[in-house]
């Protein structure tokens, strides 16, 4: 069976795309799923839906363990040359908290490099809790860290964290900190 495109009518062709499900990727899989379905082939659905599951799980899982080795044998300095929050400059505004938020990523760890190779635990986290209420100053001035930028500032800092060979649990301490 071979089902064609659904084009919207005219009068649809100009709304913006910002929407869940655009009518140019439509293509019809999920009726053909349905169609399954509703004709009882209800095993061989769910173990397709399992093995690509398991296929997707044991891809993040590779890619995980790669970025915590690439993490694993970074200096500090190295990692300060890393893009940090690169997908918030497709949305972000005001474009300056993309900015800010750099530059107070890159001036924590400048404090942390210059705390020498082995600083005392209290010393880094003091650096850690001033990132943190940096980003709370920015959601207080700005409003624009939602649950995603927050998810996106914790990566970083947990990345920072193992960097730092650090043996806290950075979620603990970010919600120790935040305010956000």
Same mark, same amino acid.
């Given at each position: 069976m071979n089902i064609g495109i659904i084009c919207p009518p005219e009068s649809d062709q100009d709304l913006p795309e910002n929407?869940?499900?655009?009518?140019?990727?439509?293509?019809?899989?999920?009726?053909?799923?349905?169609?399954?379905?509703?004709?009882g082939n209800h095993e061989e659905i769910l173990r397709r839906q399992q093995e690509e599951f398991s296929a997707r799980l044991l891809e993040s899982e590779r890619k995980e363990k790669e970025r915590l080795a690439r993490l694993g044998t970074m200096s500090l300095k190295q990692?300060?040359?890393?893009?940090?929050?690169?997908?918030?400059?497709?949305y972000m505004?005001?474009?300056?908290?993309v900015k800010k938020s750099r530059r107070l990523f890159r001036s924590t760890i400048d404090?942390?490099?210059?705390l020498g190779e082995k600083p005392k635990k209290q010393h880094v986290h003091t650096q850690l809790k001033l990132l943190i209420e940096g980003f709370n100053g920015l959601q207080q001035q700005y409003r624009t860290l939602e649950t995603s930028e927050r998810d @996106?500032? $914790?990566?970083? %800092?947990? @990345?920072? $964290?193992?960097? %730092?060979?650090?043996?806290?649990?950075?979620v603990i301490l970010?919600?120790?900190?935040?305010d956000l």
């Open positions: 929407h869940f499900g655009f009518w140019d990727t439509f293509n019809g899989h999920h009726l053909l799923l349905q169609e399954e379905w509703d004709n990692f300060r040359r890393e893009k940090f929050f690169s997908r918030w400059e497709e505004t005001p474009k300056i908290v404090t942390l490099i210059a @996106d500032i $914790c990566q970083h %800092l947990s @990345d920072l $964290c193992y960097v %730092l060979k650090l043996k806290d649990d950075p970010f919600e120790q900190w935040e």
